[in-house]
């Protein structure tokens, strides 16, 4: 019913940069809240950011300052910026979003398939 597809994930330096990007497609009748996750080999998945529809954010500790997250609601696509990577930052990336679909009542939260990103020299 929802699709969630992650793009921007790759391979850069220390220091780099990266943009992903996570649209949102399929019976969506209104998006709350939207959030980046990520899981590191022999790690639990962990929130990096998230950001309601009106458009607050949060962060965890070990990314302020250096990854902004952002939305267009037009688009249903929600972005996560990451500046001044570190090799602590490698891990799949996993979008998330909590919606409200045409047919159900209530909301739910879907997932995307992950997007990796590798940070090495």
């Known amino acids: 019913q929802v699709q969630l597809v992650e793009s921007g994930g790759g391979l850069v330096q220390p220091g780099g940069s990266l943009r992903l990007s996570c649209a949102a497609s399929?019976?969506?009748?209104?998006?709350?809240?939207m959030g980046w996750y990520r899981q590191a080999p022999g790690k639990q998945r962990e929130l990096v950011a998230a950001i309601t529809r009106g458009g607050s954010a949060n962060y965890t500790d070990s990314v302020k300052g250096r990854f902004t997250i952002s939305r267009d609601n037009a688009k249903n696509t929600v972005y996560l910026q990451m500046n001044s990577l570190k090799p602590e930052d490698t891990a799949v990336y996993y979008c998330?979003?909590?919606?409200?679909?045409?047919?159900?009542?209530?909301?739910?939260?879907?997932w995307g398939q992950g997007t990796q990103v590798t940070v090495s020299s």
């Open positions: 998330q979003a909590t919606v409200r679909t045409i047919w159900q009542s209530g909301e739910f939260d879907y």
């Open positions: 399929g019976s969506i009748w209104s998006i709350n809240a």
